[in-house]
């Protein structure tokens, strides 16, 4: 499989600054995501904190993902515009994670998973038909069941603070890739707008949970 070179720009940035963070506290700490640093003016937390991960697992399992999803995304858009939804869902996701956390001082988050998902949810609707396969499960999954599945998943894990994962940057990645997918391609409208609508199911469902107070 070949790799792009936004891609591969991609993956060095980020296995090269999460291994300064393995070794390096201070660096660490100063670039993760922080609800009182970005509170104090620090906002480039919002985007240094998509290049540090926890360990040497969480980075590989991003990167991985990145990987087999990218080449979908610039196939259909180019490199440029896949680096705008990369960077665009990145954002989202932490800006989702600060709606959420703005109240909690204390609370940090490192990974490029927000951004990950944007562009795994941005090659779902871009090739929903494409099958995806998990260690657990021997046979493919249609991409958008998958993806469904994955934000509802996410909604549960929010409400119910399942593991130590950031479900709001997730989920805030997703809606970056959906949403910028869109105002790209807008000949999606046509040519799939049943599925635009239900991968904006779990999208909507949360925004209502949030509105009644039930997350």
């Known amino acids: 499989m070949d790799i792009n070179f936004i891609t591969l720009i991609i993956i060095g940035a980020n296995v090269v600054l999460s291994l300064k963070g393995f070794n390096d506290f201070s660096f660490f700490e ?11 003016g620090e906002q480039s937390r919002m985007v240094s904190s998509g ?12 990167m991985i993902t990145l990987f ?6 610039i196939d259909y858009l180019g490199q440029t515009n896949f680096a705008i939804i990369y960077f665009g869902s990145l954002i989202v996701g ?5 709606y959420f956390h ?11 998973s927000g951004a990950v998902t944007g562009i795994l949810y941005s090659a779902i609707l871009l090739n929903p038909e494409m099958s995806l396969y998990m260690f657990f ?5 249609p991409a958008y069941l998958f993806g469904i599945g994955y934000l509802l998943y996410s ?14 940057a997730h989920f805030g990645g997703a809606i970056g890739g959906y949403v910028i997918t869109l105002l790209m391609a807008t000949w999606l409208f046509e040519k799939n707008l049943a599925m635009v609508a239900l991968l904006a199911v779990p999208i909507v469902l949360l ?6 107070g039930h997350i």
């Open 51 to 62: 290049f540090l991960h926890v360990d040497m697992q969480h980075l590989l399992f991003n």
């Open 102 to 112: 703005k109240h909690e001082y204390h609370y940090s988050a490192v990974g490029a």
């Open 94 to 98: 932490n800006l989702l994670s600060y």
């Open 155 to 168: 909604i549960y894990g929010m409400k119910n603070k399942v593991g130590n994962i950031g479900h709001d």
């Open 137 to 141: 499960v021997p046979i493919p999954i």
């Open 207 to 212: 925004f209502v949970m949030r509105k009644t």
């Open 68 to 73: 087999f999803f990218a080449g979908v995304v």
């Open 30 to 40: 100063k670039n993760k995501f922080n609800i009182g640093g970005i509170q104090r």
